[in-house]
């Protein structure tokens, strides 16, 4: 046989069946949370769209909080459903005001479950989901939140918070495979997941996945399990647990302080003020008339991460990616070098030099404390 019929990607064995349990008792203590939690064999957005179909039924009326597009299609799911939805949209690319879900909550006194994302990965925005949730509590509202982009770089604690339904996945903050998510899903959750129009014999069915794992004992996964995305998620699950996902957090939140400390000595204007910002990238206004494509295509050296922001409204935004093994100085840097560079090719001057000592300073004043 020649090399090239040969790989370690083929002829994978199994992922041994008593381990499933063990990874989603991992998670659940990443998510700080003693609630079910479902391993789902798909990306993120399938998890999300399960949720929403399997709540989904003609006599619920939800609160859904838009600041992304992930927040929209969370909304056309329920509806598919027959749910009734409110949509509150929040301003472009900003996060959504506590006063605001007040308003609608008080407006609407027949919610029965308010969504929302945590931190946005689309446009570098965080929003304030302990007071939201606390909110919701106060109104007996069940929660459902998109934390696949927050877990492991900002504080997430499902159990303190009473978050009733929380999606992450492994391939932001927790650098880890992209082709498996994973849902928690509280005693009070389950109650409303059980109804008359849930969907049953369906990837998409919340009810079926409880049934056939939580139910029986938590062996092999219905279906087929793809056994090189398990052991990667216990591969990355090693690497977090080692760091501790504390530390995580802090790393990210200091990769955040130094991107954003950097882009201020260079003169760039930062879209959102620090409390309102997510640790996983920075947005930035483009402070030079130039297109934005260009301008994403040229702020590039080995090690950066720019890109256009997502979503309506967010056009003149790009943002600086620091999530994952990206929250290190070195591709922080990598970011900053390359967005001076391509600024200043369109004439806008800035001190790249300042900039790179903001950020030596900002790494060796943390690593002092
Ligand atoms: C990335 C992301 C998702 C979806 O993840 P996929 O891997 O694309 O399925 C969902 N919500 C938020 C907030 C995200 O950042």
Redesign the pocket.
């Known amino acids: 046989m020649s090399d090239r019929n040969w790989s370690h990607l083929l002829d994978v064995p199994a992922f041994p069946q008593e381990r499933y349990a063990k990874l989603a008792d991992r998670l659940a203590a990443l998510m700080k949370t003693q609630n079910d939690v479902l391993l789902i064999q798909?990306?993120?957005?399938?998890?999300?769209e399960a949720v929403a179909t399997s709540l989904a039924q003609p006599r619920l009326k939800a609160l859904n909080i838009i600041t992304?597009p992930?927040g929209a299609w969370f909304g056309d799911w329920l509806k598919r459903g027959g749910c009734e939805v409110v949509n509150l949209v929040a301003e472009a690319g900003r996060p959504i005001t506590v006063d605001a879900v007040r308003r609608e909550l008080n407006q609407h006194p027949d919610i029965a479950v308010l969504s929302l994302?945590?931190?946005?990965?689309?446009s570098g925005i965080l929003n304030p989901l302990e007071e939201i949730v606390r909110l919701s509590r106060e109104k007996g509202v069940l929660t459902v939140v998109?934390?696949?982009?927050?877990i492991g770089g900002h504080s997430l604690d499902v159990d303190k918070d009473h978050i009733d339904i929380a999606?992450i996945?492994p391939?932001?903050s927790l650098a880890g495979p992209?082709g498996l998510?994973a849902i928690s899903v509280s005693k009070r959750a389950w109650a409303m997941l059980n109804h008359g129009n849930a969907p049953r014999g369906s990837m998409l069915s919340l009810l079926d996945q409880k049934e056939q794992w939580l139910d029986t004992g938590r062996g092999i996964l219905p279906g087929t399990p793809a056994p090189l995305e398990f052991f990667a998620l216990e591969a990355a699950l090693d690497r977090v647990e080692a760091e501790s996902i504390d530390v995580s957090q802090k790393r990210h939140g200091l990769a955040a302080t130094a991107t954003r400390r950097a882009l201020t000595a260079l003169g760039v204007e930062l879209w959102v003020p620090d409390e309102e910002a997510s640790a996983?990238v920075t947005a930035v206004k483009l402070p030079v008339a130039v297109q934005r494509a260009d301008l994403v295509s040229q702020a590039k050296i080995d090690g950066s991460d720019i890109s256009a922001a997502v979503g309506p409204g967010t056009d003149y935004l790009i943002r600086l990616n620091h999530t994952g093994l990206r929250a290190n100085k070195e591709p922080v840097l990598a970011n900053i070098k390359a967005l001076a560079h391509a600024l200043r090719h369109h004439g806008h001057s800035n001190k790249v030099d300042k900039a790179i000592e903001v950020v030596d300073e900002t790494y060796s004043s943390a690593a002092k404390q």
Do not use: R, T
Not at 117 to 122: F, G, K, L, M, Y
């Open positions: 798909a990306e993120a957005v399938l998890a999300l992304s992930y994302v945590h931190a946005e990965s689309a998109d934390a696949v982009a927050s999606v996945g391939q932001k992209v998510s996983l």
